[in-house]
Each structure stands twice: as C-alpha cells, then as structure tokens.
C-alpha cells in the first residue's frame, strides 16, 4: 500500500466511528423520550382511573368495566364526558348504576330493525 493513502483510510474510520457513535447515543435519546412518554402515559391513565373510581359508585364502576370490554369506543366517549363534568362541578354526587344507564341510553345509537323477508 502507499504511504499517502493511509491517512485518508485512517480518517475515513474516524469518521465512520464518529457518525456510528453519534447514531448509538440518538437512538439512547430516543429510548428515553419512549420511556418518558410512556411513563406520561401511565400517569394519565392512572389519574384518569383515580378520577371515575372516585365519581362513579362500585356498581356504575363494573358496569362500565362490562361495557368497555364490548364496546372500548363507548366506554371511553362515557368516560371521558363524566370526567368533563366532574371537572366542570356539575356532579353533585356520585354516579350510581341508574345514572349511568340513563347517560347510556341517550349516549347509545338506535337499533335498526332488520327484517328478512323470504320469497
């Protein structure tokens, strides 16, 4: 090998180890923003089911729970307006199941009568 090429290769692998080291602590950086957005996450979702443990009584609260596993949309449109209106004052007191069915049923889409007729 030439003697003249040997300090341009040897640049060239500090530059390259250069980049591959600054590439490793991005990635780190982004494994922390991951972890802190997630550990938010959990603490939104832990104060948010703090909030309707306290609002909602134990049967409202297991109906609610019954209702999330069928339909997640609806349970989270419910839960999501009686923390607006615990937030807002408008809860006098808690919500027991009776409430929370009226507040379903206005919530909840009307059923459509399928009829088949066979000819």
Avoid: C, N, W
């Avoid at 980049?19 to 802190?36: F, I, K, P, S, V």
């Avoid at 989270?76 to 307006?81: D, V």
């Avoid at 923390?83 to 459509?112: C, F, H, N, W, Y």
């Amino acid at each position: 090998m030439a003697q003249g090429g040997d300090p341009e290769l040897e640049e060239l692998r500090r530059r390259r180890l250069r980049q591959l080291q600054d590439e490793q602590m991005g990635g780190a950086g982004q494994a922390q923003a991951y972890a802190a957005q997630q550990a938010e996450a959990q603490r939104r979702e832990a104060e948010r089911a703090e909030i309707l443990r306290r609002i909602l009584s134990p049967e409202a609260r297991e109906r609610l729970g019954r209702i999330r596993l069928a339909k997640p949309d609806i349970a989270a449109s419910i839960e999501q307006q009686l923390i607006s209106l615990a937030a807002s004052g408008r809860l006098q007191r808690q919500v027991d199941d009776a409430t929370l069915r009226s507040l379903l049923e206005r919530m909840m889409p009307e059923k459509r009568d399928i009829t088949i007729t066979r000819r």
